[in-house]
């Protein structure tokens, strides 16, 4: 592909522009998703409610069997302070199972959701958006990212959560327990967070550099494994498995950094942590003993305090996951939010019905965005009343194709207007305006559908004897009876079962079921042998009559019956006539009639 290199580049600008996440903000974004399912996450937040109570009892109890308990003389209070501590035990167990079941389904019927947004956004985007875009890149975040996304709302969120809860209120119990030990424990908790904030950002950093190199490696996975035959024709295996093995590798070193840097930080956490739990003690101790404080209260302090200990390193743990779903959640919603610059107008200027197939263009200069120096077409001006069979000829790279991008609005020019009956190409409504046109692209494409609703892509509504019809016209009944399920044959991924002649009759069935006011060929039958060609030009023929008709022609034969002959040269029109007036002037008409013709001539065509 010529264009490989600048579609490169444009990647790499792309991913120096995106601005690394900051904060766990991204994760906001979800909000919206989550809110539709107000009843589960209530559901979810009264379990973490009363786990959370049922956990911050404990301590309460210690300290009652330990002060009053063994005080009295009466075992049977201490039965009892058991015996209730074994219902606490039971409500925690359900609730926690509870809290697992809805965060867990709504981690999965968020990722559900988002994915089935995102896809349909994607699906919206133009053609220049996919230019710079790797389609693997799209799958990854699709898959991979969706899935940490995942990871954290159905289990280090709830984590998080559950944790920050006995956070707090242990914290409380340590306060209404021993507002002199819990004074010195807040002094030390800058300890605490100030790594957490530090190594924190380096944390966020490394991962959403681990998540850009799993798409790299996705991206060079899909496009390769996608065109294997070529791999293994050009001997290229070794360089692509080195290839792989490098952008692998990256991920790996990107992932060892992120894990480096979160080892680090668990164990600044942990150890900091500790060491003024047990400064803190220390006091407690020396103030029992002192008798300012009763030993159960000792207890109950301590109990809080290993709450909070426990939450604390819990949520160092989870918070890096947190981080990495922001980053995860950021690329998905840049996904969601990026618009197709081909867009209807809010109020589309409705198309006449009956369509008429009128076509013009006027003075239309056009360049791909990822070759903005170069014009694709330039001042082309065409104009095609309805019912006209005009042919489009010239050299390879002319601009041929590119006519029909325009007119499917798969691009605007940046100069010049394009009117379908009349109407401005930009101020129809996209799908409007494409249901009025069947493509023959000059690349066919087979999906891993069955046969009949392959031929059904662009009507699926049509019946199965139009089907039939379609698969005659395009001359494949007979190959369609050689298969073992007919026209229920499923193909492989991208058709791979069939050869060229066949996929391309399928795209002509197609066109011909769909029976649109505008048929676009390109080079429609330039993979049929002589003999299929002449017959599906019958069918072609048929379908031509009363329909507007844009043939990009490689055969003497079509050409010399179109109403109008367009030579096309490096983007500009150079001569418009029929057969013989554009041989009369012999200019490169004359040539390549000679040259791309000659063959047919010769034929007796
Ligand atoms: N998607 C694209 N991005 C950038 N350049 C393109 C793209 N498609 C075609 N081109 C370039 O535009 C010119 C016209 O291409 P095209 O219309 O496909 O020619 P033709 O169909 O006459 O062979 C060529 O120089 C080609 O390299
Ligand atoms: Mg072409």
Do not use: C
């Not at 900051?22 to 996450?41: E, N, Q, R, T, W």
């Not at 505008?518 to 060609?533: N, Q």
């Amino acid at each position: 592909m010529s264009t490989s290199n600048t579609v490169v580049e444009a990647i790499e600008e792309e991913a120096l522009r995106r601005k690394p996440s900051k904060g766990i903000g991204p994760l906001a974004k979800l909000l919206p998703f989550l809110l539709v399912y107000k009843s589960m996450l209530a559901a979810a937040f009264v379990a973490l409610v009363v786990a959370t109570a049922a956990t911050l009892s404990f301590p309460i109890a210690a300290r009652q069997v330990l002060d009053r308990g063994f005080a009295d003389s009466d075992a049977g209070v201490i039965s009892q302070y058991f015996a209730l501590l074994i219902l606490v035990g039971v409500v925690l167990g359900a609730a926690s199972a509870i809290r697992f079941y809805f965060v867990s389904w709504l981690g999965e019927r968020l990722v559900a959701d988002l994915r089935q947004a995102v896809y349909a956004n994607v699906l919206t985007l133009s053609s220049s958006f996919f230019e710079i875009t790797r389609t693997g890149e799209v799958v990854s975040r699709l898959v991979a990212d969706t899935t940490l996304i995942k990871t954290v709302v159905g289990s280090s969120a709830s984590v998080a959560l559950r944790n920050l809860f006995t956070l707090f209120g242990a914290a409380i119990g340590m306060v209404l327990t021993s507002a002199t030990l819990s004074g010195l424990t807040l002094a030390a908790t800058p300890l605490i967070i100030l790594p957490l904030v530090v190594f924190g950002r380096w944390v966020r950093r490394l991962s959403r550099d681990s998540q850009d190199r799993i798409a790299d490696t996705s991206a060079f996975g899909t496009e390769t494994l996608g065109a294997v035959q070529t791999v293994q024709a050009f001997n290229h295996e070794e360089i692509d498995r080195r290839g792989f093995m490098s952008t692998v590798n990256q991920a790996f070193d990107a992932a060892r950094k992120r894990i480096l840097a979160r080892s680090i930080l668990t164990a600044l956490i942990v150890s900091i942590g500790f060491s003024a739990l047990v400064g803190v003690l220390w006091f407690g101790a020396l103030e029992v003993q002192a008798g300012q404080m009763s030993g159960g209260e000792l207890a109950q302090f301590v109990f809080y305090a290993f709450l909070v200990a426990g939450a604390l390193t819990a949520l160092s743990d989870v918070w890096g996951d947190v981080q990495m779903a922001a980053g995860a959640t950021e690329r998905l919603i840049e996904l969601l939010e990026v618009e197709s610059d081909i867009q209807g107008p809010a109020h589309p200027v409705a198309l006449p019905t009956p369509a008429q197939g009128a076509i013009e263009f006027s003075n239309v200069t056009f360049s791909y965005p990822t070759r903005p120096g170069v014009s694709a077409l330039n001042d082309f001006s065409l104009k095609i009343t309805p019912g006209q069979t005009v042919a489009i000829v010239g050299p390879s790279g002319a601009g041929k194709s590119t006519v029909f991008q325009l007119l499917l609005r798969f691009y605007d020019p940046q100069h010049g207007s394009v009117t379908l009956d009349g109407v401005e190409l930009r101020q129809a409504d996209p799908a409007a305006l494409r249901a009025e046109m069947a493509l023959v692209p000059q690349d066919s494409v087979v999906f891993g559908m069955s046969a009949a609703d392959n031929i059904r892509y662009g009507r699926p509504d049509a019946t199965d004897a139009e089907v039939r019809q379609a698969t005659q016209d395009a001359l494949l009944g007979d190959f369609f009876e050689t298969l073992p399920d007919g026209l229920n044959t499923a193909f492989g991924e991208r058709g791979i079962t069939l050869s060229g002649g066949q996929r391309q009759r399928m795209s002509i069935a197609r066109a011909i079921l769909r029976d649109a006011p505008v048929l676009l060929l390109d080079e429609a039958t330039s993979a049929l042998d002589a003999e299929s060609e002449k017959l599906v030009q019958q069918a072609l023929d048929g379908l031509e009559k009363g329909r507007t008709t844009l043939v990009i022609a490689h055969r003497l034969a079509t050409v010399k019956k179109a109403d109008q002959i367009v030579v096309m040269d490096e983007g500009r029109v150079v001569a418009i006539g029929r057969h013989e007036e554009l041989i009369a002037q012999n200019g490169l008409y004359a040539r390549l009639a000679k040259l791309q013709f000659g063959r047919d001539a010769l034929a007796g065509h």
